[in-house]
């Protein structure tokens, strides 16, 4: 086997899972990490498809089923509080043949963590300044100044990937912003609201809530605004009071809940398309080549089963890099691309802009699940396993 000495940069869901599938085919990865822990921010996922079937691959699906949250509904409230519309998510599942689940991101993370923990060596604090790469190896330096050699590079780094941005260059060709940002936080739970997910909609602009473990409350919010980039962290918590300011229900409550040193996610919702992921001894995987947005549902599902792709791929080259990453790219782009199409599609759906158009949407939830509506909805979803037919 050639090629054994990979560099994962990123140690989220793509970074972990690949660390995961290269220890086991004999590989000697090692991952760096940008933060000083797991990231472990608070937002719920969605999670079927093929990154189920890698779950399933890796023996977690008992751990993750511990750690569902299997919420009846997603109820659509007004400003009193009174639900308008209401999804059934149990029945959502059966749909998916009751290979789903749902649970916090940073519970994925640690479950894939403990399945390398001791065996790959995770660098905290670390990323990466230069990459030099020929026809032998690829050198980097970290931030610390010390420099390395390795015979292969992963950016597993996120949408914002840093990789990407120093190996492809081209960031303007590969941002697709959809016209979306999305934020969420953690709070304590002194509210009523404990049974479901909760949503209030406004043109525009969604709001949502769900009770966690820990007597605790998460909340969840999308809405509409021109691009403004990366958002600082000391900003967040005020950019979204200043968009939710004068929206009802019980937002102004959930802000003045907020501490002030809490952390917040604030993002846009950009999708990444890429020609090609791979440069020579340099690859991408996950969010840094194939952002499809939570529009989807499936980017944590989709980045597991890029980890596993590219893994088992080397494995069946002998580690030849070549072969490899053309052989990754021919198998999941082409799924990548229907799901990106797909996210793009619902997004007007997910948070409509008019108020007619949120009244379809609640008729639309009223009868998503009738008979002939059902095989409609499975098809907007694109419910993507890109495993299925070797099953
Ligand atoms: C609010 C929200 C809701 C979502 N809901 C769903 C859902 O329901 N279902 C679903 O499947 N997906 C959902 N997603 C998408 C999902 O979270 C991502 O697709 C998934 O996390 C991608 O995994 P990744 O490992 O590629 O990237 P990430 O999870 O972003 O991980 C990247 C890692 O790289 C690290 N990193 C970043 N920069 C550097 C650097 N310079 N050097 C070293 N390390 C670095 C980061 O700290 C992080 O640990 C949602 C996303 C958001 C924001």
């Known amino acids: 086997m050639k090629n054994k000495k990979i560099l994962i940069s990123g140690a989220g869901i793509a970074g972990l899972t690949l660390a995961y599938w290269l220890e086991k085919f004999g590989f000697e990865p090692t991952l760096i990490e940008i933060g000083d822990h797991l990231r ?31 919420v009846e509904g997603l109820s659509f409230v007004n400003k009193k509080g009174e639900t308008v519309a209401k999804m059934n998510i149990r029945k959502l ?24 923990e001791g065996k790959v060596p995770i660098l905290f604090q670390t990323t990466i300044t230069t990459i030099t790469q020929n026809s ?24 914002r990937s840093n990789v990407r941005q120093i ?17 969420a936080f953690i709070i304590e739970n002194s509210f009523s609201y404990n049974a479901n997910f909760y949503s209030y909609v406004e043109p525009g602009l969604q709001a949502s809530i769900y009770a966690i473990r820990n007597n605790k409350l ?14 600082n962290p000391k900003l967040r918590k005020k950019s979204l009071m200043d968009t939710y300011k004068n929206v009802g229900w019980i937002i102004p409550e959930l802000f003045d809940a907020l ?26 995987i996950g969010d840094a080549c194939d952002c499809v947005t939570l529009i989807a549902g499936q980017g944590s599902s989709l980045a597991m089963a890029g980890a596993y792709v590219l893994a088992t791929e080397l494995k069946k080259f002998g580690g030849d890099h ?47 699940f009738w008979p002939g ?7 907007q979803f694109h419910v993507s396993n890109i495993f299925s037919e070797k099953k």
């Open 259 to 284: 501490p002030e040193d809490a952390p917040v996610f604030l993002d846009s919702l950009t999708q990444i398309k890429m020609k090609t992921w791979s440069k020579d001894r340099v690859t991408l």
């Open 218 to 231: 998460a909340t969840f919010f999308v809405y509409k605004s021109e691009d403004k980039g990366w958002i």
């Open 167 to 183: 190996v492809f260059h081209n960031e303007k060709a590969f941002n697709h912003y959809l016209g979306y940002y999305t934020g």
């Open 93 to 116: 599942r059966k749909l998916l043949m009751d290979r789903a689940f749902a649970f916090m991101r940073g519970d994925l993370e640690d479950t894939l963590y403990k399945k390398i």
């Open 322 to 368: 070549t072969q490899a990453f053309a052989q990754y790219e021919k198998r999941l782009k082409p799924e990548v691309e229907k799901i990106q199409k797909m996210a793009e599609g619902l997004t007007g759906s997910f948070v409509p802009n008019t108020k007619l158009g949120i009244w379809f949407r609640n008729q639309f939830v009223k009868m998503m």
């Open 373 to 379: 509506i059902r095989s409609f909805v499975l098809k």
């Open 136 to 159: 032998n190896g690829v050198e980097v330096t970290f931030n610390n100044g010390r420099t390395e050699k390795f015979d292969l590079l992963v950016g597993a780094d996120g949408a």
């Open 40 to 70: 472990n921010e608070g937002y719920m996922i969605d999670f079927f498809g093929s990154g189920y079937d890698v779950a399933e691959k890796m023996g977690i699906l008992p751990t993750l089923q511990e750690r569902d949250y299997f």
